[in-house]
């Protein structure tokens, strides 16, 4: 991948595109940091009088080498490579004349306030479109800009829950296990980026704008389909005695199908077969988890005996390492993976060697942060430089975007307005 | 029209990529579902139509396959090959997760589609990359979770219980969102340049890419993050955030208060529900409704002052929990600007007013059965370009004579 990036030309996929960027947090900021990474420019706008405070990531932990402060957050930096930032003062009529030139210049506004921010300031999509008559404009808020709860306020993890996947993670007999991250806000963002590009595809055809209303927990219901049909065309519900049980297959697929303890403090491994062939392949494994007299089990005895032969993998896996389990079984033809921890798949994992791309941080130094999953073979996605510091690209933004000079922008600051 | 009408796709069925050839037809593109002369084995993926197995009954394949056309070709014969190629001829995106080496073996991978149809965007979506070393691994959503970040995140404080993966099939939807993602870049790429493009994804990467600080603790800090019941993983201790309610069901607490405002809002509901004298911590509330005292959440875990002010917060939300029916909490701490949520099960959110309200509940046709059933709609609303599910999914071989002339 180095020599790649590398090779690159300068150009990237979406050189010239220009973002006129209010998103923070990840939900909203994980979206345009794709577009970034291909070349588009995102102009990232935060409030100089809170202090960027808009994005509560701004100056939170991880810190690197223990240095805190409002610009040293890793998961800021993490989620804001390679966009510029800027400041403006929303409640000054110079800023808001300043974001009217910036609007004016853009391709796209893009935001994960709650509902009816922007309009607030004066910038709802009617007079957006008077400014930029082909402006994109994408709003990603919890709940959308209709329906009855427009006005509620969400966090990944309240997306999670009100969309059925927390629900359908967990163990049996014990409390939703959700997910120990937020998983809406990466899946958010990458809805959200698809709903850019999808615009912008849409006004290259036709030269028209329009608004995007993406509400998160509605992209996170469109992810439970199969539960939602199960529901609708057989009237069988999740919420029923045994569900869920997420770790087994979703609505009996498949058996074995679970997660099973290994030797050592906290070590697991994932196993999982797919059909007879995959149950055969494990039940001829010498001295294996399956005596060999249930090799002739199909998927309905498999499944009426699931309990016991978990107990019977776990008996077998409990004594033995995790990797030695992925390499003897992968070997074998099963599915089957180590519950990797942070350290492993980050470190030691050989495919994900390329995925970790050290960015320069204006204060911070090198970091690494999380790359992208693809490879392109004519444009490739390119990250170097870390998020920026608060107001970093204000003399350059300015300057070319407004025309102003440094004694200017210099001005502004001391009034208060950038 | 719409964002993407007019769009040629071929898509060669395989469990992990039925999704984003979905997005991609549901805003419009025509795309061609290419399946075995057998059919895809994922039509017997369950549950099934009254629970009765067969081809043209599984629900999880009409929920991937809305809007799609189909056809079966045998690529391992030169006239299926053919056919293919005539596909092709006209296609501006294919999506494949074909078995590591099979698209090389039949002369149809990049190189050689790339070179007759120079504008294709072709993306593939395998478990470990194209050039991995393990590419021809076995592998299922369940072992991709687990050994990509998400199964170490997830679980219970009880690390006695197994980490958990969560609802089915994510990791392939991870896949797939960046699968869809590339296609849009190359294809704008493509729009100014009329250069087409080969582009290999990663399933294992998505989601490597996808655990917030489950990498990005390690990266910046070298700190390793340990899952804890519904809440974030973390390498320090943390409260709980998820109540049961008086009816039995959860509520996630969510953020608690971080600002003064917050916390005297929290004090106020409180008081409403005359459960201050019985809140000992109450002190704490004080403290953080008052501006001078309020500390900074960087300092969570830092100072014991200020975590006790915010674990403050977080019991205040429990107290009020209890003391009510989940969906009374979720909507009473919303209207007091406390965001929390309601854990619904899938078909309960699906049928939630709001959603309701916002056309998530759409109708398809199913004109073989004579019925119509509702489906879950769009992830997102484009005011001009307009989602929809045109098509309920391809029967088997359903669309041969129209694309193919046979």
Redesign the interface.
């Known amino acids: 991948m180095n020599e790649t990036i590398c090779a690159t030309p300068a150009k990237g996929a979406l050189t010239g595109i220009r973002i006129c960027d209010f998103t923070g947090q990840l939900a909203g900021a994980g979206a345009t940091r794709w577009l970034a990474a291909f070349g588009a420019e995102v102009i990232r706008i935060e409030d100089p009088v809170r202090q960027g405070g808009w994005d509560i990531l701004r100056g939170v932990p991880p810190y690197k080498d223990g240095q805190t402060g409002l610009d040293r957050g890793g998961a800021f930096n993490n989620h804001n490579v390679g966009k510029l930032g800027i400041t403006l003062n929303m409640k000054t009529a110079r800023a808001r004349e300043m974001l009217e030139q910036i609007i004016r210049q853009s391709d796209c506004v893009t935001e994960n306030f709650a509902a009816g921010v922007l309009e607030r300031w004066g910038f709802g999509f009617d007079r957006m479109r008077e400014i930029k008559p082909d402006i994109i404009y994408v709003t990603n808020c919890g709940f959308g800009y209709s329906g009855p709860y427009r006005s509620f306020k969400t966090w990944g993890p309240i997306v999670q829950a009100v969309s059925g996947l927390t629900f359908a993670s967990g163990l049996p007999d014990q409390p939703p296990a959700g997910w120990g991250y937020s998983y809406m806000d990466h899946t958010g963002a990458y809805y959200m980026a698809i709903a850019i590009l999808l615009a912008i595809v849409h006004r290259q055809r036709t030269g028209q704008g329009q608004w995007v209303d993406l509400a998160c927990t509605e992209s996170a219901l469109t992810l439970n389909g199969p539960a939602i049909l199960d529901w609708t065309v057989n009237q069988r519900p999740s919420r029923r005695p045994g569900q869920p049980n997420s770790n087994r297959s979703a609505h009996d697929a498949m058996a074995p199908h679970g997660i099973y303890r290994c030797s050592g403090d906290d070590e697991w491994v994932a196993i999982a077969c797919r059909d007879d062939a995959d149950w055969r392949r494990l039940a001829a494994l010498p001295d294996g988890p399956v005596s060999p007299e249930l090799a002739c089990y199909n998927l309905g005895e498999r499944l009426a005996r699931q309990d016991m032969l978990d107990e019977n993998i776990e008996r077998w896996t409990a004594s033995r390492q995790k990797f030695d389990i992925q390499r003897l079984l992968r070997e074998a033809g099963i599915p089957c993976s180590a519950v990797q921890k942070p350290e492993e798949r980050v470190d030691l994992d050989q495919d994900t060697a390329d995925l970790w791309p050290v960015v320069t941080h204006g204060l911070m130094g090198d970091v690494r942060v999380d790359g992208l999953p693809v490879r392109f073979s004519a444009t490739p996605w390119r990250m170097n430089r870390g998020a920026p510091c608060l107001g970093e690209h204000n003399e350059d933004v300015f300057g070319r975007l407004l025309g102003l000079a440094p004694a200017e922008v210099a001005q502004l600051r001391a009034e208060g307005v950038i | 029209?719409?964002?993407?009408t007019g769009l040629r796709v071929i898509e060669l069925a395989r469990e992990p990529i039925a999704l984003a050839g979905k997005?991609l037809a549901d805003?419009g593109a025509d795309v061609v579902l290419v399946e075995p002369t057998a059919g895809d084995p994922a039509r017997l993926?369950?549950?099934f139509?009254?629970?009765r197995p067969g081809p043209d009954r599984s629900?999880?394949w009409?929920?991937?396959h809305s809007s799609k056309r189909g056809v079966c070709l045998d690529l391992d014969e030169d006239e299926g090959r053919q056919c293919f190629l005539r596909l092709i001829d006209e296609a501006d995106i294919l999506i494949e997760s074909e078995p590591a080496g099979r698209l090389e073996g039949l002369g149809l991978d990049?190189g050689d589609l790339l070179r007759i149809r120079p504008e294709l965007i072709h993306v593939s979506v395998t478990p470990?990359?194209?050039a991995?070393?393990?590419a021809g691994?076995?592998?299922?959503d369940?072992?991709?979770?687990?050994?990509?970040?998400?199964?170490?995140?997830?679980?219970?404080d009880d690390?006695n219980?197994?980490?958990?993966?969560?609802?089915?099939?994510?990791a392939y939807?991870?896949?797939c969102?960046?699968a869809?993602?590339?296609a849009?870049?190359?294809?704008?790429?493509r729009?100014?340049t009329g250069?087409?493009?080969?582009?290999?994804?990663?399933?294992?990467?998505?989601s490597?890419?996808?655990?917030?600080?489950?990498?990005?603790?390690?990266?910046?800090?070298?700190?390793?993050?340990e899952?804890?019941?519904?809440?974030?993983?973390s390498s320090f201790p943390t409260s709980e955030?998820?109540v049961?309610c008086r009816d039995g069901l959860?509520?996630?607490s969510?953020?608690p208060p971080?600002i003064p405002e917050e916390f005297a809002r929290m004090i106020a509901w409180v008081q409403e529900l005359g459960l201050y004298e019985h809140f000992p911590e109450a002190v704490f509330l004080e403290m953080g409704a008052d501006p001078k005292t309020c500390p900074s959440?960087?300092d969570i875990g830092i100072s014991d002052e200020a975590t006790a002010i915010y674990s403050a917060g977080r019991e205040a939300l429990v107290l009020i929990a209890e003391s009510m029916d989940a969906h009374a909490f979720?909507i009473g701490s919303?209207q007091r600007?406390i965001?929390?949520?309601?854990?619904?099960?899938?078909?309960?959110?699906?049928e939630?007013?709001?959603?309701r309200?916002?056309g998530?509940q759409v109708q398809v046709e199913h004109p073989e059965l004579g019925r119509r059933?509702?489906?879950?709609?769009?992830?997102?609303?484009?005011?001009?370009?307009p989602w929809k599910i045109t098509r309920r999914a391809p029967m088997l071989g359903e669309h041969q004579a129209e694309i193919l002339g046979r």
């Not at chain 2, 219980?161 to 994510?170: C, K």
């Not at chain 2, 655990?211 to 390793?224: D, I, K, P, Q």
């Not at chain 2, 899952?227 to 993983?233: Q, S, V």
């Open positions: 029209m719409t964002a993407l997005l805003m993926i369950p549950p139509l009254d629970d629900l999880w009409w929920h991937h990049h470990y990359g194209r991995s070393a393990h691994d076995p592998f299922t369940l072992t991709l979770m687990a050994g990509a970040g998400p199964v170490w995140s997830s679980g219970y690390h219980l197994p980490p958990v993966r969560g609802s089915d099939s994510q939807y991870t896949g969102h960046f869809v993602m590339s849009l870049t190359a294809l704008i790429h729009m100014a250069e087409g493009q080969f582009i290999d994804v990663s399933m294992h990467q998505a490597n890419v996808s655990t917030e600080g489950g990498s990005y603790c390690w990266l910046v800090a070298r700190e390793t993050v899952r804890k019941t519904g809440r974030h993983a955030t998820q049961r959860w509520v996630s969510g953020v971080r959440i960087a979720f919303q600007n965001p929390s949520g309601i854990i619904y099960a899938p078909e309960e959110a699906f939630d007013p709001h959603f309200a916002r998530l059933f509702r489906y879950v709609g769009a992830p997102y609303v484009l005011s001009a370009s």
